[in-house]
């Protein structure tokens, strides 16, 4: 068949866009759905991975930035900027590359994945180190884009969710339906609410005979909505997901409710180990955030919310590559031996 045209071609009659809007792309989603064979024999469901990592810079983040991106240069911006865990400005760089726009990140000092670091700077974006969290950046964002001409491209853009909601159009194209329920990690709480929107809009056109139920999951030291009032502190080793006070939080509890829905908390140790086991025994390599949603889908299963044979979609929203650290402090040290064919063996315990 003919190759993958990026979303914006692909989903043209469902976005707010027009033969004027100037299409910015790095031909995004097209994400591949992968069934995870081990997840689904812990769960006894048809579980399947929504392989976020393979977009362009390596997150979900690149659906909605194709959009912003794409309306900013429209309406005539010449900057744009955003605050970030590290994917939002990682894709923010690219895409106002792919513009010729300047791009101006800020993100909470120390507290984003080298990767994501990497990324943004090598795109030249200009990177300020906030001492304060996300929260605190998204706060100085909003500022500076009202009080100066540099448009904001965080999810409290509307355009952003448009384009998110399009992977929830992809599974239902892939699976013919739409699956039971949805599985998918909560930070600023955007995504959940794109892809709520997305399933949404496919049922009441006739395209999905239903709706999945949405299981939103926080990391535990940050998880406002679990705990129903802003975390002024939060904390989690899913750096991704370290906010307090989620913009979008009323439409993600709207999601929840409407869909018959949860939104619970996972602690960092049973993120850890949905990590290990994605890349261990899945074969796919994820970052700690995304995670969170197969973490989330198995304390759910534990707990009797998930009937055996439902089918199921866990969105991994980002690539491992993108933390380098923890993947390589979490595994043993490789061994050193010298050339020699022997060492090798006896290293490989072969002899
Ligand atoms: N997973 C990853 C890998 C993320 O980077 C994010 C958010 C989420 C999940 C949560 O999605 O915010 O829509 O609920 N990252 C943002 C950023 C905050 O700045 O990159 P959400």
């Not at 002024?232 to 509890?253: E, F, V």
Request: proline share 6%; aromatic share 6%.
């Amino acid at each position: 068949g003919r190759s993958w045209r990026g979303l914006i071609e692909e989903y043209r009659e469902r976005l707010p866009v027009t033969t004027k809007t100037p299409v910015v792309t790095l031909l995004e989603g097209g994400t591949p759905l992968v069934p995870a064979r081990r997840v689904s024999e812990l769960t006894g469901c048809e579980v399947y991975l929504k392989v976020e990592g393979a977009n362009p810079t390596g997150s979900f983040k690149d659906r909605g930035m194709t959009m912003a991106i794409s309306k900013a240069v429209e309406e005539g911006a010449k900057a744009v900027i955003c605050a970030s865990t590290g994917n939002t400005s990682a894709s923010a760089a690219a895409y106002a590359v792919r513009a010729g726009l300047t791009c101006a990140v800020l993100v909470p000092k120390g507290k984003i994945a080298m990767g994501k670091l990497a990324q943004a700077l090598v795109h030249g974006a200009t990177l300020l180190q906030v001492e304060g969290s996300f929260d605190d950046c998204l706060e100085m964002t909003r500022k500076l884009s009202a009080d100066y001409p540099i448009a904001l491209v965080n999810s409290v853009n509307p355009f952003r969710l448009q384009g998110q909601k399009t992977a929830a159009f992809e599974i239902v194209d892939a699976l013919g339906d739409a699956p039971d329920i949805h599985c998918i990690p909560v930070g600023n709480a955007g995504n959940i609410s794109a892809y709520w929107m997305g399933y949404q809009e496919y049922a009441e056109d006739g395209i999905s005979t239903k709706r999945p139920r949405m299981f939103g999951f926080q990391a535990s030291g940050s998880a406002p909505i679990v705990e129903g009032a802003p975390v002024a502190h939060p904390h989690t080793i899913a750096t991704a997901i370290r906010i307090g006070n989620p913009a979008s939080w009323g439409l993600a509890t709207a999601a929840r409710d409407e869909s018959g829905g949860v939104i619970q908390a996972v602690t960092d140790r049973q993120i850890a180990a949905a990590y290990k086991l994605l890349a261990q025994e899945e074969g796919v390599f994820v970052e700690l955030a995304s995670a969170a949603s197969v973490a989330g889908l198995l304390q759910a299963h534990s707990q009797g919310l998930v009937e055996p044979g439902q089918r199921i979609v866990c969105t991994v929203t980002g690539n491992g590559l993108k933390d380098p650290d923890w993947a390589i402090s979490g595994a043993p040290a490789p061994v050193v031996i010298p050339i020699d064919v022997h060492a090798a063996a006896a290293a490989l315990n072969l002899a």
